[in-house]
C-alpha cells in the first residue's frame, strides 16, 4: 500500500513511525512532513492546509491511502475531494468533521444522541466556560471562575468574530479516549492524558499540549470499551443517521465528573500530544485498521509510555526558528523515541522550526518506568529556551 500521510507535527511523526512498521506498506510519503518523519518517508513540500495542491500529489504518487493528521484539512473538505476522486482517505468529510469544526453543531449531535456533556447556560454568570464556536487552536475557550475572568473571557470571545456560549463548568480529572471508526463501527484505543497548561501544576496559559501519558491510573485500559459504547458509538449513529456517517478518528475529550463522565469536545483526528503516548503501546499492524478494516485491531500491550513536548523558550506566544539543537542522536541512543514537530534543517544542521519542536517519548512497563525513561532522554537534548514541564505523569 502507498500511503500518504499529511501534516508536519509530532502526531504525524509518530502516526508515520508506526505506519512505516506496517508489513503492508510499500512507500511512504508525507506531505510537508519535517526532518524526522523525512529519515522514514519521502517528503514533499506541500501544505497541509491545501487541499487544491494535495489532490494532484495523491495522484501523481498513485496514493492507495491518504492519512490526514490535523483538522483543518478535514474541515475544509480535503476528505471529500480525495474520497470524491477516488482515492481512500483516513479522516471525515468537511459535514462530519464539524464535530470539532463548530462547537454548536457539536452540542446538537450530544443533544440528539444523549451523551452527556456540560449544560449550555442561559445567562453568564461565574463560574463557567466562554466558548467560541468555530475553530480556534484552543485559544477559543475562557474558564472564568471570578467575575474579572468572565468580562475577559466575554471581551476576547466578542473580539474573535465568532459566535460564542457559555457553558457550565465542571471540575475533575481530564481524560482523551480515541475511537477509528467506519461509519457505526469502531474500535477503541486505551484512556491517554495530556497536560495542556504550559507550566508544571499546571501553571500558566492553555498550549497545544505539553506532554501525554497512558495508561492511567484512574481509569483503566478495559474502561475504554465502555466509554465507547456511552459515548462515542450514539454520535456515531447520530452522525450516520444524518447521512454524515464518520470515518475517520472520533476524539473524546472528556472530564470524570462527580457526576460521571462529561464530554468537553470532540475533535475529528488522532489528538497531539496524547497519539505519541498511545502508538508506543499497540502491537499489530495499524495500517490495515486506518484503512478501514477493523477486523484485527492491534493490541494493546502492557507497556506504558509517558511523552515529554519540548518548546521555545517564547512557547505559547510564539515560536522559535533557527536555533541549534543538539543531542537528539544521544536521546534516541537510550532507546526513546524522538518525535519532530517544529523542526528544519539548515545547512545541514537540525534547528528550531516551531513552538513545540520535540517530543521525547519513553516507554517501559509501568508508568513510573517510562517516565523515568522519557526524562532521561530529555537530558540529553538541548537547545538556547528550551523549556518543559517536570510532572508529566509524575502523579501516576
Ligand atoms: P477545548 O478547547 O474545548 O478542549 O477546551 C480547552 C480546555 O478548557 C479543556 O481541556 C478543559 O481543561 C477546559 N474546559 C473546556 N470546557 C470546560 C468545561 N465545561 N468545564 C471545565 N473546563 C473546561
Ligand atoms: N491534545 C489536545 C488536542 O489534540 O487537541
Not at 51 to 75: N, Q
Request: hydrophobic residues 45%; proline residues 8%.
Amino acid at each position: 500500500m502507498r500511503v500518504l500521510v499529511v501534516g508536519s507535527g509530532g502526531r504525524e511523526h509518530a502516526l508515520a513511525w508506526a505506519i512505516a512498521r506496517s508489513p503492508s506498506l510499500t512507500e511512504l510519503h508525507a506531505a510537508p512532513g519535517n526532518p524526522g518523519i523525512a529519515a522514514i518517508a519521502h517528503c514533499h513540500p506541500v501544505r497541509a492546509d491545501d487541499p487544491a495542491s494535495l489532490l494532484p500529489l495523491a495522484r501523481e504518487l498513485r496514493i492507495d491511502l491518504v492519512v490526514v493528521g490535523p483538522e483543518a484539512p478535514l474541515v475544509l473538505g480535503l476528505g471529500d475531494l480525495l474520497r470524491q476522486r477516488g482515492i481512500a482517505v483516513f479522516g471525515p468529510n468537511a459535514a462530519a468533521a464539524r464535530i470539532e469544526g463548530s462547537k454548536a453543531f457539536a452540542k446538537e449531535v450530544m443533544d440528539a444522541a444523549g451523551v452527556p456533556t456540560a449544560r449550555t447556560l442561559p445567562v453568564a454568570r461565574p463560574p463557567c466556560v466562554v466558548k467560541a464556536d468555530g475553530l480556534a487552536a484552543g485559544k477559543g475557550v475562557w474558564v472564568c471562575r471570578t467575575q474579572a475572568e468572565l468580562d475577559t473571557g466575554l471581551r476576547a470571545a466578542e473580539a474573535l468574530g465568532q459566535p460564542f456560549h457559555v457553558e457550565e463548568l465542571l471540575e475533575g480529572p481530564e481524560l482523551s479516549v480515541f475511537a477509528i471508526a467506519t461509519g457505526e463501527e469502531a474500535v477503541v484505543l486505551p484512556p491517554a492524558r495530556d497536560y495542556k497548561r504550559v507550566g508544571d501544576g499546571d501553571a500558566g496559559p492553555n498550549t497545544g499540549g505539553m506532554g501525554s501519558f497512558s495508561p492511567l491510573p484512574d481509569v483503566p485500559d478495559a474502561e475504554s470499551v465502555e466509554i465507547l459504547d456511552l459515548i462515542h458509538r450514539p454520535v456515531l449513529r447520530e452522525l450516520a443517521r444524518r447521512r454524515t456517517p464518520f470515518h475517520g478518528l472520533l476524539y473524546a475529550g472528556l472530564m470524570r465528573t462527580e457526576d460521571g463522565l462529561r464530554v468537553i469536545e470532540f475533535n475529528a483526528r488522532f489528538g497531539d500530544p496524547e497519539t505519541q503516548s498511545l502508538l508506543p503501546r499497540l502491537d499489530g499492524d495499524l495500517l490495515p485498521v486506518l484503512a478501514g478494516d477493523l477486523a484485527q485491531p492491534p493490541q494493546v500491550a502492557p507497556r506504558a509510555a509517558v511523552t515529554v513536548v519540548l518548546a521555545g523558550g517564547e512557547y505559547p506566544e510564539r515560536g522559535d526558528s533557527g536555533t541549534p539543537i543538539e543531542g537528539v542522536d544521544a536521546a534516541e541512543a537510550t532507546g526513546a523515541l524522538v518525535f519532530h514537530a517544529g523542526t528544519a534543517l539548515r545547512d545541514g544542521r537540525l534547528v528550531t522550526n516551531g513552538g513545540r519542536v520535540l517530543n521525547v517519548v519513553g516507554v517501559g512497563l509501568t508508568v513510573p518506568e517510562a517516565r523515568t525513561a522519557a526524562y532521561d532522554a530529555v537530558s540529553h537534548i538541548d537547545f538556547a529556551g528550551m523549556r518543559h514541564r517536570t510532572d508529566i505523569a509524575a502523579n501516576a
